[in-house]
């Protein structure tokens, strides 16, 4: 970005935002909207668009602080252009570019003419690999700054630069694959300035939010945008709970603060929709604050296990377990010995709430789980045949996943027919889905059904009673096995 922001004549104004309007430039008429009243060029927006803004000093520590919602009827003032540019003056201190290397064998390419060019100079591959990326201080007093866990993944030196210049290299104190973060520790670097950490809970979609970072390897620039959706799923790992933003986040900018209005940080840039314009992701703050005291301690993430199976509850579901809406998790599978065992859930239980807080979706109860470091104590709501209980669990320590076995295939030359289900014996007890005449959410070829509403299956037999037992124009829950684990269908009856 550099130290001086270049600001133009206001004579020129009213062409330049003639301009922003004939060009349709991305968030021409938002830009315009904003900056003609503080040239004189028009009216101020309306007070009902109005935020609060205030001050939060700098920390030599690892700071953190409250995050107050933002409410229109507060009709305090919108940030103003000058107001923007002393968050950054601010901001700009606690962020640093990085520079990564990775060194490998070079290797001799040849051209696959070389017959006719004997004498011709050979081209070696290059000896070692660079990256670019974003960080930003979190403890001045200890040296400690936060990124991306892939912007320093196999580097062999990490270089971290400062605004006012300084180049100092940086070890890697620990890693996070798994939430894609990482701690790294600069020594005799002089007087560091620490970000203040916020709470990204609190944050709100339509917040004013500013990226800074290291954009292609430029250097400190800056970016300013809102909060276009939270609790994004991206599929890039098991706890993905991901703040979108339209503030312009390109290659580099990965591991770099996304700050809210009041210079705090709610979360860590890392990833961009490629096929996209304005849709970047952002790790919140509160995930960084629930690893980052084991990265500095052990260098590595310890976390709980419950030792159960999940799955979401779907509209068909909520209505056949009695639920007035769908919420929570669905337990289909228990692993036995294990924490939720020994705490008594059950297959079939739903668990709504861990440690008071309500599972809106089940995904939340994987993140909820896996914050707690094993021994941990855990307090569980559960819904059980339409009754509350609370339940106690001592997490387990989590390990990595097996995986799972290939289901059991079973064959027979017919197959009854029932509710668009094509079934044939099991070997092992319960009816296999042998077919489906018309498609049934959540059940699959290969699945064995083993319970109707809580009873079991032992045959095919079995199955059609069970069925009969229920009236047209109700749901009743099946429980199927796939492969290892079981799952619950909703099966209407028509």
């Not at 503080?38 to 700098?58: D, F, H, I, R």
């Not at 079991?456 to 009969?468: D, I, Q």
Request: proline share 6%; charged share 20%.
């Amino acid at each position: 970005m550099g130290n001086h922001l270049e600001l133009f004549e206001r004579d020129n104004m009213t062409e330049i935002l003639r301009t922003l309007f004939v060009l349709r430039l991305p968030h021409a008429a938002f830009a315009a909207m904003w900056l003609a009243p503080l040239l004189g060029c028009g009216a101020a927006p309306p007070a009902s668009l109005q935020e609060t803004q205030g001050k939060t000093p700098n920390s030599s520590k690892i700071d953190t602080a409250p995050a107050p919602s933002l409410r229109l009827s507060e009709q305090a003032a919108m940030p103003t252009q000058s107001s923007i540019a002393d968050l950054v003056e601010r901001v700009a201190p606690t962020v640093v570019s990085i520079t990564t290397t990775q060194a490998f064998n070079g290797r001799e390419i040849r051209h696959p003419l070389e017959f006719l060019f004997p004498d011709g100079p050979r081209q070696r591959m290059p000896k070692e690999r660079s990256g670019a990326g974003t960080g930003f201080v979190v403890d001045a007093e200890g040296g400690y700054l936060v990124t991306n866990a892939h912007v320093v993944a196999d580097a062999d030196d990490v270089k971290v630069h400062f605004l006012d210049g300084r180049e100092v290299s940086a070890e890697v104190v620990g890693s996070d694959r798994t939430v894609d973060l990482a701690l790294l520790r600069v020594k005799a670097a002089g007087a560091l300035t620490s970000v203040v950490l916020g709470e990204s809970d609190t944050v709100r979609v339509g917040e004013q939010v500013l990226a800074v970072g290291n954009p292609f390897g430029l250097g400190h620039s800056v970016s300013l945008g809102i909060v276009s959706a939270k609790a994004r799923t991206i599929g890039a790992g098991p706890y993905d709970d991901f703040i979108q933003t339209d503030a312009s986040i390109n290659p580099g900018n990965s591991g770099g603060p996304l700050f809210n209005v009041r210079g705090e940080v709610i979360g860590i840039n890392t990833a961009i929709r490629a096929d996209a314009e304005g849709i970047g992701f952002a790790i919140p703050v509160d995930v960084l604050k629930d690893v980052v005291t084991q990265l500095k301690e052990k260098g590595f993430v310890e976390r709980g296990k419950l030792g159960l199976a999940f799955q979401p509850i779907t509209p068909e579901l909520a209505t056949a377990l009695g639920m007035e809406r769908p919420r929570g998790a669905l337990v289909n599978d228990v692993q036995k010995g294990s924490s939720a065992a020994n705490a008594g859930i059950q297959s079939g239980d739903v668990i709504v709430a861990v440690n008071g807080i309500e599972l809106k979706r089940s995904e939340e109860l994987a993140r909820n789980v896996a914050r707690h470091p094993p021994g941990t104590n855990v307090e569980f709501t559960l819904l059980r045949t339409g009754h509350t209980m609370i339940v106690h669990a001592t997490l387990d320590k989590l390990q990595e996943r097996e995986r799972a076995k290939p289901r059991t295939q079973t064959t027979k030359p017919e197959s009854d027919r029932m509710l668009g289900l094509e079934v044939d014996e099991h070997a092992g007890g319960g009816a296999v889905v042998a077919g489906l005449t018309k498609p049934i959410e959540g059940l699959s070829e290969g699945d064995v059904i083993v319970e109707v509403s809580g009873k079991p299956v032992a045959n095919v037999a079995a199955l059609r009673s069970l069925l009969e037992e229920h009236k047209k124009g109700s749901t009743v829950l099946l429980r199927v096995q796939r492969g290892e684990h079981t799952y619950f269908v909703a099966l209407p009856i028509d």
